[in-house]
Nanobody
Framework: QVQLVESGGGLVQPGGSLRLSCAAS????????MGWYRQAPGKQRELVAS?????????MYADSVKGRFTVSRHRVQNTVYLQMNSLRPEDTGVYFCAAHRVGDSGYNLWGQGTQVTVSS
């Protein structure tokens, strides 16, 4: 059993920054990729960033967040972070941490989500 717990969301003004955290616990040894998704009101959930756990921390970003968001991992603490800078109102949504395990066809483990609101 794996548990993913996000934290760090909140209300921020346009141009501001937030850092999200995702702490993984339980049987984490089968996880090979961690991702951050977001879901805006009325829109589908989208992958904004991901990082490999076992292959040197390779990262991927959606075009909409490139240059503004940074995903990183702390292997000892089993935590993945999403540093979000230069936030825009369109970044508003619920952000979910997700885990991909070896042998899975996609992300099958999810956190409960944390709300990010960018507004003046």
């Amino acid at each position: 059993q794996v548990q993913l717990v996000e934290s760090g969301g909140g209300l921020v003004q346009p141009g501001g920054s937030l850092r999200l955290s995702c702490a993984a616990s339980g049987n984490i040894f089968s996880i090979n990729v961690m991702g951050w998704y977001r879901q805006a009101p009325g829109k589908q959930r989208e992958l904004v960033a991901s990082i490999t756990i076992t292959s040197g921390g390779l990262t991927m970003y959606a075009d909409s967040v490139k240059g503004r968001f940074t995903v990183s991992r702390h292997r000892v603490q089993n935590t993945v972070y999403l540093q979000m800078n230069s936030l825009r109102p369109e970044d508003t949504g619920v952000y979910f941490c997700a885990a991909h395990r070896v042998g899975d066809s996609g992300y099958n483990l999810w956190g409960q989500g944390t709300q990010v609101t960018v507004s003046s």
